[in-house]
């Protein structure tokens, strides 16, 4: 996807790198405040609205950093496992297809 | 002196600091007569903050007169600059059921204890909309401060109140809350004769620790005010005892010297009104005796509902209040600088790193330590202990916290209130 429109951060903490050792996506890890790991996940202005219909508690920084905060902790667990099993960071829609599908 | 016209910037606005405080034994004497009723979260918490002098010139909620000046003109109807219409709402049928007429005094009771006695001046009604438009630009329900609003109830009761049982702050709050005067006795004590305020409801990450120093050699004050907001909250927010305690911790880990840093708290439900909530934060920090006040970007703002720097402009579209904006642009992170840098300042803003407020809980949430550049250990440390100690495992308001946090204050039985004071 070039220049998605917003991105959801996906924090990378010792046990996550570690996961994502021998996949492409390591090489997708960038560095930010002085040493903190992370991962840009690309999401469309479609994406953006269906996921913040489905977690009302997140919010779009429209203003200043373009990011989706606030996902609850499982919803980026399940975003993080979506990207090291997939070996890709595209995977919005099929998180929002598990996510969608769930009461 | 004239209304609207500068104080010295010392006094309280309005010139005289507000307390309506009733000697409980007097109290008691006269609530068995009076008729009862039960106030919500809201106006129990603005009924403590009018009669210790918080909201000074206020004596009371307000009636029609001053409503009306300060959603048309923001001004009370003294001409005194106000920007948040204060009112206690009842329906139609309540003051029926209460048979409450103007000239009556009415007993206001909270957890089940006396709180305040209320001298009905006038019952009124005012068209909701028309204030929301005023105070916050829009008529939209989506908008937290509107929706405050739309949900008041048809009729609204003005009058002077007088609080007759003083709350009992619970740990951890009970170090952090101090009233008008007894802040004003702490600057004098500690010699601090320019204190600049810094309004909050985050826990503090190092965008706010600068934004704090860069405010203090700003206003060459001799120390900072930090004081964060205690009321309603909503799901996701930081809990309140983080909010109090990772700012106490700035100083006690040094990051701030013990003689030029304070925490205390102001019970208010955040309105979100963006400038005029500037100018109501101004008032109130005035109030506590400081002399400069911090507004940093999209100051109290929602959404896309106020321009990012509407809440600096502001402050040269009204009358001197005594209290001097100290207004400030972004902090961020620069990698070329190596460390935190300010907007005014750093010459990379293409490569700037921008950490929000949210973009930091967003870092707390998937459960990782941020960088000790961004977000101080200790901070972080006595955060995940509130979560424990207080937030039933998590930093961040839940349902359950909701439900079952502890509570700011408790009022106690009257005749225990009078032993107390005996005490005291």
Known sequence: MADPAYRINVWINEERFARLQNSPVADMVREVFAGLKVIEVPVSEEQKDRILKRFPSAKCDTATTRTIELLPRAAKDLLFNL????????????????????? | MQAGSVDNTLSPHGGKLVERLADPAVARERLGRLTAIPVKDQTARECISIAYGFFSPLEGFMGRADVDAVVHRMQLANGYVWSIPIVFDLSEQEIAEYGIRAGDTVLLTYQGQPLATLDVEEIFDY????????????????????????AYKDRFLGG?????????FNPPYDRFWLTPRETRQRFEANGWKRVVAHQTRNVPHSGHEWLMKGAWFNAEADAILVNPVVGEKRVGDYIDEAILLGHDMLRQAGYFREDVHTVTMLLWDMRYAGPREAVFHAIVRKNLGCTHHMFGRDHAGVGTYYDTFAAHRIFSEIPDLGIKPVLTLEWWYCPECAGIAYEGLCGHKDKRQAFSGSVIRSILLDGVKPPRMIFRPEVFDVVMRCADEYGFGTPFVTEEYLRNRRPVFTLRPLDAAERRQAVG
């Open chain 2, 127 to 150: 068209d909701k909309e028309e204030m929301a438009r005023h105070v916050y630009g829009t008529t939209e329900e989506k908008h937290p401060g509107v929706r405050r609003t739309y």
């Open chain 1, 83 to 103: 990207v090291a099993e997939n070996r890709s960071v595209e995977v919005v829609d099929r998180f929002l297809e598990t996510v969608e599908a769930q009461p």
């Open chain 2, 160 to 168: 002077r109140i007088t609080l007759v049982n003083e709350p009992v």
